[in-house]
Nanobody
């Protein structure tokens, strides 16, 4: 059974930084592509970043390119998202997801989410 537990969300001012972490279990993490998906109230889910199984290829949405960095630590089954220069439009619930490359993975492959709020 896929289990994904996100942490690291919070409230920051514009220009601030956060690091999201996802602990994965119940599947072959080392062999899985992984993604971060976000959903703001009233909006469709958006894949913001994806990473290959070995961590050697990354994809970023244009809206976060140059500000967010995704990484994957296979040794301890952890997915990370470093977010810098945060903007109010980054406010959303952020989900760790198994699979996906540029588009959201199926909903049943997401964790429970962690809230990121950027306020001015």
């Amino acid at each position: 059974q896929v289990q994904l537990v996100e942490s690291g969300g919070g409230m920051v001012q514009p220009g601030g930084s956060l690091r999201l972490s996802c602990s994965a279990s119940g599947f072959g993490f080392s062999f899985a592509y992984m993604s971060w998906v976000r959903q703001a109230p009233g909006k469709e889910p958006e894949c913001v970043s994806s990473i290959s199984s070995a961590g050697d290829r990354q994809w970023y949405a244009d809206s976060v390119k140059g500000r967010f960095t995704i990484s994957k630590v296979n040794a301890n089954h952890t997915l990370l998202l470093h977010m810098n220069n945060l903007k109010p439009e980054d406010t959303a619930l952020y989900y760790c997801a198994r699979g996906g490359w540029g588009t959201p993975a199926p909903r049943n492959q997401w964790g429970q989410g962690t809230q990121v709020t950027v306020f001015s």
